[in-house]
T-cell receptor
Framework: AQSVTQLGSHVSVSEGALVLLRCNYS??????LFWYVQYPNQGLQLLLK??????LVKGINGFEAEFKKSETSFHLTKPSAHMSDAAEYFC?????????FGTGTRLKVLA | GAGVSQSPSNKVTEKGKDVELRCDPI?????LYWYRQSLGQGLEFLIY????????KSGLPSDRFSAERTGGSVSTLTIQRTQQEDSAVYLC?????????????????FGPGTRLTVL
């Protein structure tokens, strides 16, 4: 069975600081991994995904994530936070024809 | 092109009433998914469709919940005799195909959701 753990339900960073959102997964097969962002009162928007190949994945809005099999992790990073990055972020692993989501991390960006 | 659309965007109903939530997937997407997002529960899988058939209904919380898909396109999620614990945001997603032979889900594209409030 697959599962996802997102450490930290709330993360605060200063504008311009590094953003690091943590995601660990469990999967009995090589995983497909996803990060989605949800702005207030909106649906989920795909930030990036890992399926196979290069373990460092670049996404939209300057975000990237690195798949580390040995650590079963897929942490999301951005070198410099912007006020517009304030949102909720969800990590997901592909289960059998469906996603298994983490509980989400709400990112707050401080001016 | 157009993304996934859902209607209504908001629905307020009284306990015991039936509600229907609609999802229009991206044109050409064969797979369609329903998820529920509620406080304290995160994002829960409800059901998925491949074409008009639903191979996995395991996430439907009770027999008050049902869903159908017609013409390989529009889907309707119906909740009968609504309860206050049904209050949540119901998200629909679609993908070009269900997934590969490995069974892992293809990339899903989400609609804006329907916020259901049961008084």
């Amino acid at each position: 069975a697959q599962s996802v753990t997102q450490l930290g339900s709330h993360v605060s960073v200063s504008e311009g600081a590094l953003v690091l959102l943590r995601c660990n997964y469990s999967s009995s097969v090589p995983p497909y991994l996803f990060w989605y962002v949800q702005y207030p009162n909106q649906g989920l928007q795909l930030l990036l995904k890992y399926t196979t190949g290069a373990t460092l994945v670049k996404g939209i809005n300057g975000f990237e994530a690195e798949f580390k099999k040995s650590e079963t992790s897929f942490h999301l990073t951005k070198p410099s936070a912007h006020m517009s990055d304030a949102a909720e972020y969800f990590c997901a692993v592909s289960g059998t024809y469906k996603y298994i989501f983490g509980t989400g991390t709400r990112l707050k960006v401080l001016a | 092109g157009a993304g996934v659309s859902q209607s209504p965007s908001n629905k307020v109903t009284e306990k015991g009433k039936d509600v229907e939530l609609r999802c229009d997937p991206i044109s050409g997407h064969t797979a369609l998914y329903w998820y529920r997002q509620s406080l304290g529960q995160g994002l829960e899988f409800l059901i998925y469709f491949q074409g008009n058939s639903a191979p996995d209904k395991s996430g439907l919380p009770s027999d008050r919940f049902s869903a159908e898909r017609t013409g390989g396109s529009v889907s309707t999620l119906t909740i009968q005799r609504t309860q206050q614990e049904d209050s949540a945001v119901y998200l629909c997603a679609s993908s070009l195909k269900l997934g590969g032979t490995s069974g892992r889900a293809d990339t899903q594209y989400f609609g804006p959701g329907t916020r259901l409030t049961v008084l």
